[in-house]
C-alpha cells in the first residue's frame, strides 16, 4: 500500500464474499442455462480475470445468459446463496468495472446481442446489452441515422458496458456522453426482480432512474434492455488537423476556441511522442517532426461548417499552428481518424504495458497539467506519451512501463497517482468516460466529502442492500482511504479510448 490519496473516510467496508461459491450452485447455473453456457474450470476461468486495465481479478463461474428471464433467473441463484454477481460486456473497460473482486458470477452478454427493434420515425433503437456500439449506427446508416457515443473501442465495445461506465469517445464533445443518449431500461434487480425505467419519450416523469443507473457501473441493477436516441446524419462535415511545433500552443487553441464560443463536433490532441508512435503504425499522415496535432471536426449545415472551419483555422494560425491541413475527402477523414482511434495499439507496440489514466481539468489549466506531467514522468523514470479529447479536458496520459517488474509498476501506479492528485487540484475530476470501478474508488476521497460518500452509500443500499451487485468498485472499502491499493498484477492495458 502506499499513500497517495486523499482524506479518510470512515464508512463501512463491504461485505467480502470470495470464496462462497461452491458446486451446488454450479449445477443450479448448468440446470438453468445448460452446461455450454456455463464455464468453471480454472483453466478457462483465467480468460476472465482481465479487462482493459492494469487490474485483475478471477471470478469462480462465468455464465452466457440469451434472455432477461435467464439474468432475472442468474440473480435469484446469486440471492439465494448470498454470492456476487457482476455484469460483463466485451470486457474492454479500463477501470476494472467488469471484473469479478470478490468472485462469484460473472455474467457476460455475449450472447445478449440482438437489435431488438428500430423505430425510425421517433428516431430511437432499442437493444440488448451484448449489442456492438458501431453495429447500432451499421444498422441505420441506410436510414441517415447514427449513434452519436462513439468510444474509439466502439468496434469491440458493448451498449452495456458503455451505459454502466457513462462512456463517451471524441464526438460527445458537441453531443455528449453515454447518459444523454439512452432514454430507457429494462433492469434486474439484485432480488431477481425486473423493472422497467424511461422509454422512448425524451423526459418521463418522477425521479430520473434512467440518468442514475446509466454510470453506476452495475452497482444499483443489471441492464438487460436499452432504448437510446439516434442522431440525424449532419449535411456536411470537414476534418481539419492543426500542426504545431510547440506542444503549449496546441492547449491554448483549444481554450481560445472555447472562449469564443465555437463548439467542433470533436477536439482531439496528440503529442509529438504520441503521434509519431502513431504514424508509423497506422501511415495517417501526421507529420513527424511536430510537437502536437489537433484533429478537429466540424459538422452540421454546408454553410455554417464553411463558415465554422474557416473561424477554426483562423485561430489556430493565431495560436502558431504552422500548418492546417483540411480532409479533401471521406477517405482521408477516415484515414485520420484511423490513426486517432489506433492509438493506443500503437503505443502497445513499444512496450511490454502501459497504464492509462482518465482525469477531466478545466480546458484553462490544460498546458500547466502537461508540463506537470512531464515533470512527473521524468521524476518516476518513465514515458508518458498525452492523447486527449483536448476539447472537454478529459485526458488520457499513457506511462509505459514493463508489468514483469513489480517494482516498476508501483512506481506507475504511484505515477498515476500524482497525476490524478494534481488534475483534482487543478479542479478536474477522477474519470470523464472510463468509470472508477476498482482502480479509482479510494481515490473518491479526494473529490467527495465523508457526507458525499454515505449519501451515495445510501443510494447504492437502496437499490443493492446486500452489496452483491459488483462488489468492490466505485465507493472506498472503507477505513485507510489515504491508501492507494496497489493490485497484485500488472497487466497490460489493452483498452482503446
Not at 483540411?326 to 497504464?355: I, M, T
Not at 508489468?403 to 506507475?412: C, H, L, M, V
Not at 505515477?415 to 482502480?439: D, F, P, V
Request: one cysteine or more.
Amino acid at each position: 500500500m502506499t499513500g497517495i490519496a486523499g482524506d479518510d473516510y470512515s464508512g463501512d467496508a463491504e461485505t467480502n464474499y470470495t470464496g462462497l461459491m461452491d458446486k451446488q450452485i454450479t449445477r443450479e447455473l448448468e440446470k438453468l442455462l445448460g452446461r455450454e453456457a456455463v464455464i468453471s474450470s480454472p483453466d478457462d476461468l483465467l480468460l476472465y480475470e482481465y479487462d482493459g486495465s492494469v487490474e485483475e481479478a478471477r471470478p469462480e463461474c462465468v455464465v452466457f445468459p440469451r434472455t432477461t428471464a435467464d439474468v432475472s433467473a442468474i440473480a435469484r441463484i446469486s440471492a439465494k446463496h448470498g454470492v456476487p454477481m457482476v455484469g460483463r460486456g466485451a470486457g474492454t473497460g479500463l477501470s476494472g468495472g467488469a471484473l469479478a473482486v470478490q468472485g462469484g458470477i460473472l455474467t457476460v452478454f455475449s450472447r445478449m446481442n440482438r437489435i431488438l427493434e428500430i423505430d425510425e420515425e421517433n428516431m430511437r433503437a432499442v437493444v440488448q446489452p451484448g449489442v456492438v456500439n458501431l453495429d447500432v449506427t451499421r444498422a441505420v446508416e441506410h436510414l441517415g441515422l447514427y449513434f452519436a457515443p462513439d468510444p474509439s473501442s466502439q468496434k469491440a465495445c458493448t451498449i452495456g458496458g458503455n451505459v454502466a461506465e457513462n462512456a463517451g469517445g471524441p464526438h460527445t464533445l458537441a453531443y455528449g456522453v453515454t447518459t444523454n443518449h439512452v432514454t430507457g431500461l429494462e433492469l434486474v434487480l439484485p432480488s431477481g426482480d425486473v423493472v422497467r425505467v424511461g422509454g422512448k419519450t425524451c423526459e418521463t416523469p418522477g425521479y430520473d432512474l434512467t440518468g442514475l443507473m446509466v454510470g453506476s457501473e452495475g452497482t444499483l441493477a443489471i441492464a438487460t434492455e436499452i432504448t437510446v436516441k439516434l442522431s440525424r446524419k449532419p449535411e456536411a462535415v470537414k476534418t481539419l488537423l492543426a500542426i504545431f511545433d510547440d506542444i503549449e500552443d496546441a492547449p491554448e487553441t483549444v481554450a481560445d476556441f472555447t472562449g469564443r464560443a465555437i463548439t467542433p463536433a470533436a477536439c482531439e490532441m496528440l503529442d509529438g511522442w504520441t503521434l509519431r508512435a502513431v504514424e508509423e503504425f497506422v501511415h495517417a499522415g501526421f507529420p513527424l517532426d511536430s510537437g502536437a496535432v489537433l484533429l478537429i471536426e466540424v459538422e452540421g449545415l454546408k454553410e455554417a461548417v464553411e463558415e465554422q472551419a474557416a473561424q477554426i483555422e483562423e485561430i489556430c494560425k493565431l495560436h502558431h499552428a504552422r500548418e492546417v491541413r483540411v480532409a479533401r475527402d471521406a477517405a482521408e477523414r477516415d484515414l485520420l481518424w484511423k490513426g486517432r482511434k489506433n492509438a493506443f495499439g500503437a503505443v502497445g507496440r513499444l512496450s511490454p504495458s502501459y497504464y492509462v489514466q482518465d482525469a477531466v481539468i478545466p480546458r484553462t489549466k490544460l498546458p500547466e497539467t502537461l508540463r506537470k506531467i512531464n515533470e512527473i514522468g521524468k521524476r518516476y523514470g518513465f514515458s508518458i506519451g498525452n492523447i486527449f479529447h483536448a476539447g472537454d479536458g478529459n485526458l488520457h496520459p499513457i506511462i509505459l512501463f514493463d508489468q514483469r517488474d513489480p517494482e516498476e509498476f508501483k512506481r506507475a501506479v504511484a505515477a498515476s497517482g500524482e497525476i490524478m492528485r494534481h488534475c483534482i487540484e487543478c479542479g478536474g475530476a477522477l474519470t470523464g468516460e472510463h468509470g472508477i470501478g476498482m482502480e479509482k474508488n479510494e481515490l473518491m476521497p479526494l473529490m467527495f466529502s465523508d457526507a458525499d460518500l454515505e449519501l451515495m452509500r445510501r443510494v447504492r443500499e437502496a437499490f443493492n442492500p446486500e452489496g452483491r451487485l459488483n462488489p468492490g468498485k466505485v465507493l472506498p472499502l472503507g477505513k485507510g482511504c489515504k491508501e492507494v491499493r496497489i493490485p497484485p498484477g500488472g497487466t497490460a492495458s489493452l483498452g482503446v479510448l
